[in-house]
């Protein structure tokens, strides 16, 4: 069993800056992949950005030079900084990863549960 908590959401200014952190924690084996995605209202879900061991991180355009991913693999924790956050950035983030099942030899993907993030204007 595999438990993905996000924190960090919140009501920010348009200009401000929020950090999105989500632990991972269970069975673990190798996570490859964390990445964020958020889903406004009314809208499709979306990947925000994407961060796998040993390769440069991949972010959206609307996000690029205003956001930054990063993990800490020792936490089993990736974190979102979002700086000169926008109104259109309000949504739901979700925490997503990629894990490897070693007694299966497979691939399973997880999803949190989800952090608010609204910016006002």
């Known amino acids: 069993q595999v438990q993905l908590v996000e924190s960090g959401g919140g009501l920010v200014q348009a200009g401000g800056s929020l950090r999105l952190s989500c632990v991972v924690s269970g069975t673990i084996f190798n996570i490859i992949t964390m990445g964020w995605y958020r889903q406004a209202a009314g809208k499709q879900r979306e990947l925000v950005a994407r961060?796998?061991?040993?390769?440069?991180?991949n972010y959206i355009d609307s996000v690029k030079g205003r956001f930054a991913i990063s993990r800490d693999n020792a936490k089993n924790t990736v974190y979102l900084q979002m700086n000169s956050l926008k109104p259109e950035d309000t949504a739901v983030y979700y925490c997503n990863v990629d894990i490897w099942y070693a007694p299966t030899m497979t691939k399973i993907n997880y999803w949190g549960n989800g952090t608010l993030v609204t910016v006002s204007s």
């Open positions: 961060i796998t061991s040993g390769e440069s991180p």
